[in-house]
Every structure is written in structure tokens, then in C-alpha cells.
T-cell receptor, first 113, second 114 residues
Framework: DQQVKQNSPSLSVQEGRISILNCDYT??????FLWYKKYPAEGPTFLIS?????DKNEDGRFTVFLNKSAKHLSLHIVPSQPGDSAVYFC????????????FGTGTRLTIIP | DSGVTQTPKHLITATGQRVTLRCSPR?????VYWYQQSLDQGLQFLIQ???????AKGNILERFSAQQFPDLHSELNLSSLELGDSALYFC?????????????FGEGSRLTVL
């Protein structure tokens, strides 16, 4: 039962353009969402998060949008840079009950110079 | 460098064997999480410890067990290994065990079962 889904295994974007990574979830108890970035041979590192009381959170070139009614979130990277090439994982948690982070399967982003 | 240390980085063993993966959390972090990443899969939550006590349990097999010691390091024991146990095992830590806080991941231990 995949409660957090990233339906695009890979994405290629030209340097300087916008990268949009998508994530869908099924568990309506999820109220906190995070994006992690992973380079080869390294562990995932935290990128940005959003609480369900917001619909947008920005941090520099990275913006996460949350659409609660559609159970959908997206990560926008503008402008995309070669160093952004990595695997991006979406994760979600519920603040009550079992608080574990549930991860999606990841999207491999390749920025083309 | 996340501050989370995992050993060994690579491990090759045979079916039926038993291995132990070790994790040292970031200094001051009380909570340790174990995740499994199989080929083309997301990170599957296995188990969480907080200050020595089991806090949450995921899809951890009965052949697997874990513990967190008084010095807060943790070990994941995998026994009666099967080919399907080949995966990358990540340890993560956080300060207070709240899942909506940031987790800090180690580089992972890659287990290959032949």
C-alpha cells in the first residue's frame, strides 16, 4: 500500500528552466510534508517542508506547493542548476498517532547543461 | 556530513547468515530510525527508537531486530538472510523523535546477499 506516490521515476530539465516534481498521497491523516534530496553514495538530505496549515513554502530557489483537496504536492526549482541533479524523495507524516515518515519512491532529476 | 555514522558501508554475505549493522546518531540526538531501500523502491520504514525505547514499528520482518544502547548508538540485526534482503539500509537520527522534524541520514550500509 503506497501511501505516498511519485509517479515520475525520472525527469530531465534544461539548465535555467523550471523543474517541477510531483507527489500524491492517499492518507488524509498526513499533515506534514517534506522533500529530501539524495546524491549517489550519500544519504538523503532534507530540502524543504510544509505544514498542512499552509499551501506554499519558499526557500530560495525551492518552493513547495500543497493542494490538500487534491492530496497533491509539488516541488518547484527555479532556476534549475546542474548541481540539482539528484533523486528527490517526497515524504509525509501524521502528527498524531504513529509519527513515522512515509517516503515515496523518488524522482531522478537530471539537469541538462 | 550529516553527523550520522553507519558501519559497515558495504557487506557481502550468503543466504542463511546473520549480520549486524551499526549506527551512531548525531551528537545530542535521542531518536534513531532505520529505513530499507530496495532496488527502485522508496525508503521503507523499519523501526524507530527514542532514548533506548522502541517508539514506532514499520514493516520490519520477524527475522530482523534492533536495539538502541545507553550511549544512543543503535544496531540492526538481520538473520536467516534471503536474497531479497539485499538492499541499502539507512539509519537516521533526530533530536526529539518527532517525525515532522528534520531527519539526518547516514550514508547507508549496502547489503548484498548471494
Amino acid at each position: 500500500d503506497q501511501q505516498v506516490k511519485q509517479n515520475s521515476p525520472s525527469l530531465s530539465v534544461q539548465e535555467g528552466r523550471i523543474s517541477i516534481l510531483n507527489c500524491d498521497y492517499t492518507n488524509s491523516m498526513f499533515d506534514y510534508f517534506l522533500w529530501y534530496k539524495k546524491y549517489p553514495a550519500e544519504g538523503p538530505t532534507f530540502l524543504i517542508s510544509i505544514s498542512s496549515i499552509k499551501d506554499k513554502n519558499e526557500d530560495g530557489r525551492f518552493t513547495v506547493f500543497l493542494n490538500k483537496s487534491a492530496k497533491h504536492l509539488s516541488l518547484h526549482i527555479v532556476p534549475s542548476q546542474p548541481g540539482d541533479s539528484a533523486v528527490y524523495f517526497c515524504a509525509a507524516s501524521a502528527s498524531f498517532g504513529n509519527e513515522k515518515l512515509t517516503f515515496g519512491t523518488g524522482t531522478r532529476l537530471t539537469i541538462i547543461p | 556530513d550529516s553527523g550520522v555514522t553507519q558501519t559497515p558501508k558495504h557487506l557481502i554475505t550468503a543466504t542463511g547468515q546473520r549480520v549486524t549493522l551499526r549506527c551512531s546518531p548525531r551528537s545530542g540526538d535521542l531518536s534513531v530510525y532505520w529505513y530499507q531501500q530496495s532496488l527502485d523502491q522508496g525508503l521503507q520504514f523499519l523501526i524507530q527508537y527514542y532514548n533506548g525505547e522502541e517508539r514506532a514499528k514499520g514493516n520490519i520482518l520477524e527475522r530482523f531486530s534492533a536495539q538502541q544502547f545507553p550511549d544512543l548508538h543503535s544496531e540492526l540485526n538481520l538473520s536467516s538472510l534471503e536474497l531479497g534482503d539485499s538492499a541499502l539500509y539507512f539509519c537516521a537520527s533526530s533530536a526529539d523523535g518527532r517525525a515532522y522534524g528534520e531527519l539526518f541520514f547516514g550514508e547507508g550500509s549496502r547489503l548484498t546477499v548471494l
